[in-house]
Nanobody
Framework: QVHLVESGGGLVQAGGSLSVSCAASGRTFSNYAMGWFRQAPGKEREFVAAISYTGGTTTYADSVKGRFTISRDNAKNTMYLQMHNLRPEAAAVYYC?????????????????????WGQGTQVTVSS
């Protein structure tokens, strides 16, 4: 059974930095691409960033490109998202997700439908 647990959310001032982590268990972590999504109140859940199963390829939403960095440590079964220069519109619940397909193709990294497994989310609040 796949289990994803996010941690590290919190309150930060606009322009500040915050990191969130996702600890995974239940399957061979290094076989699956991972992604971060976020959902603000009253809005759809949206793609933020994703990383291939090897960690060699990353992709980002245009709104976070250059300010957020996704990474993974396959030895620790953990994925990370470093967020810099945070803007008030980044406030949301951040969810980590794991793809369902072993060695998922790169073209699926940003597709929400490619991720059947989700964590419970961690709240990120940005004060202006």
């Amino acid at each position: 059974q796949v289990h994803l647990v996010e941690s590290g959310g919190g309150l930060v001032q606009a322009g500040g930095s915050l990191s969130v982590s996702c600890a995974a268990s239940g399957r061979t972590f290094s076989n699956y691409a991972m992604g971060w999504f976020r959902q603000a109140p009253g809005k759809e859940r949206e793609f933020v960033a994703a990383i291939s199963y090897t960690g060699g390829t990353t992709t980002y939403a245009d709104s976070v490109k250059g300010r957020f960095t996704i990474s993974r440590d396959n030895a620790k079964n953990t994925m990370y998202l470093q967020m810099h220069n945070l803007r008030p519109e980044a406030a949301a619940v951040y969810y980590c997700a794991q793809q369902g397909t072993v060695w998922g193709p790169l073209r699926t990294l940003a597709r929400r439908e490619s991720y059947p497994y989700w964590g419970q989310g961690t709240q990120v609040t940005v004060s202006s």
